[in-house]
């Protein structure tokens, strides 16, 4: 299919600005969630939360967040030999407004048994969780599909999605976690519900705007309208899906832990081999391994970066809960209010840095990829520096042990350095996987570059207790903020040592 060429949206396809819409709304759910999620989960029971310790919260935000970055994979596969990226992309986005609408169940349900309110809320997750493997990869894929691999264009139109993804990502705290801390955990939890369904409402209504763009494999090139048969096919795998998840839930938690491990290492490894499978299969010649094998060693790179830039979620919330002054005059910032700072820098610089990367390159001065992933690892680490100061300052001031509330502006300085750490990472990543990834693994790949994303959440749930785990064996505090900034800068060396050798491995292209 021949790409287009068209300059209507900011001078680029008007497909993108249908996928920006679209991607918008999904996050505006996804973070108005993620904003409560801790924040719920360590609430008291007369408050409607579940009375967790902060460990186990930032465990299970840790898990939830890593796996709706591991499903990817299941909907990559899927798009690719089945589905295609729409259909895909529909049933993720019902299904996810349904795993929301039982998050907010879950708290209003407070005259039962609290056994009752975890089933709901778990598979709430779950449903979340499947349902954004089938939504994530694709909408990403279809940006990709919009341009041929080396228009100069490519780079700042993932950039003008990302903004899509930032202006959902900005609007949800500020709507979700405030209806959700302020008045009630059910109204935030509705309200990111509501935001995925106005999502996927306007996917349909813009899908013209796509061309044929996402289709099944096997249906006409000239077609650009899903058919009666595909909305039942889409109709059953959400009913499939909800119902999956509610059967798990209810299995799984009568199985012997011991099994449990067992069952979760069979499946790992079996989804495992058959990636690799996936990828010798559809990967031809010298050249397409070496691309692939680059998507490979940034993966993993990807994961220190999000190990540490999600904290933001889990030691941050906390830090701006209770370490920071909030207070303007008799009126309180809600804490979930500063999951939108990010977002609002995304806003802000994205254009700047979708407009310095094309003047870069007219002057033959453009970073390659791994370089930027190197910049943004220095902007990582330069952040939880100042973070660390912070932490210092608020605990070890006062004379009697008592915390000192410090400015927000520390916090904000911390997310504005994370920001442009993110602008010379997470986009240049999604259309570097794009461009490298072979034809027939376009959404496999991304699926994969997904789940480097899932170890990271994962690692980053993780840190406060690898700190504190450190500080019993080494006899000494060990903060967890200077233990990321160091981990960070080390990481900045290594990729830029590594950089010539990636760069001469993706075979011609930028």
Not at 298 to 310: C, K, Q
Request: overall charge positive.
């Amino acid at each position: 299919m021949a790409k287009d060429k068209s300059t209507a949206f900011f001078g680029h396809p008007v497909g993108l600005s249908s996928l920006f819409a679209t991607e918008m709304w999904e996050r505006f759910s996804y973070y108005g969630m993620r904003a409560l999620l801790v924040l719920f989960l360590t609430a008291t029971f007369a408050n409607g939360g579940f009375e967790m310790a902060e460990l186990d919260a930032f465990t299970i935000y840790g898990i939830f967040t890593g796996l709706v970055y591991v499903t990817p994979i299941i909907g990559g596969v899927l798009a690719d030999k089945v589905l295609g990226q729409r259909k895909t992309i529909y049933i993720g986005g019902l299904t996810m407004a349904i795993g929301q609408f039982l998050l907010a169940f879950s708290s209003m349900s407070m005259e039962s048994s609290m056994e009752f309110r975890q089933t709901i809320f778990y598979s709430g997750l779950g449903i979340l969780i499947l349902g954004n493997g089938f939504f994530k990869p694709n909408i990403s894929t279809m940006v990709g599909e919009l341009y041929d691999n080396n228009d100069p264009r490519k780079d700042g139109g993932f950039t003008i999605f990302y903004m899509g993804i930032n202006l959902g990502a900005f609007l949800a705290p500020l709507v979700a976690g405030y209806l959700g801390e302020q008045i009630a955990w059910e109204y935030g939890f509705m309200s990111a519900g509501a935001g995925m369904l106005l999502g996927t409402i306007w996917f349909f209504i813009r899908s013209h705007t796509l061309g044929n763009i996402g289709m099944p494999p096997k249906v006409k090139a000239e077609r650009n309208r899903l058919a009666v048969k595909d909305w039942m096919g889409i109709l059953i795998f959400v009913v499939a899906m909800v119902g999956f998840i509610f059967g798990f839930i209810l299995v799984w938690s009568s199985i012997a832990p011991t099994l449990q491990t067992w069952i979760i290492r069979i499946v790992a490894v079996s989804g495992l081999v058959y990636l690799v499978m996936s990828i010798v299969k559809g990967t031809n010649g010298k050249t397409e391994w070496s691309r692939v094998v680059v998507i490979l060693v940034l993966a993993v790179f990807n994961i220190f970066f999000w190990s540490g830039f999600e904290q933001a979620g889990t030691t941050f919330n906390i830090f701006a809960r209770d370490n920071t002054q909030r207070m303007i005059g008799s009126w309180e910032i809600p804490a979930t209010w500063f999951q939108s700072v990010n977002a609002i820098f995304i806003v802000l610089f994205a254009p700047l840095f979708s407009v310095l990367w094309l003047k870069l390159d007219k002057k033959k001065l453009n970073p390659n990829t791994p370089m930027k992933f190197a910049w943004g690892m220095i902007m990582l680490s330069l952040g939880f520096v100042i973070m660390a100061i912070a932490y210092t300052k608020s605990t070890t001031a006062n004379a009697d042990g008592s915390v000192l509330l410090v400015s927000p502006m520390w916090l904000v300085f911390v997310f504005m350095l994370h920001t442009f750490g993110e602008l010379c990472l997470s986009p240049i990543g999604l259309s570097m996987v794009t461009k490298l990834s072979p034809p027939k693994l376009v959404s496999t790949m991304m699926g994969i570059w997904m789940g480097s994303f899932a170890a990271g959440n994962f690692v980053a749930s993780q840190m406060k207790a690898i700190s504190i785990k450190l500080e019993a064996a080494l006899g000494q505090e060990v903060q967890v903020f200077w233990l990321i900034a160091a981990q960070s800068a080390i990481i900045a060396v290594i990729l830029v040592a590594l950089s010539p050798w990636l760069k001469k491995m993706m075979k011609g292209i930028k």
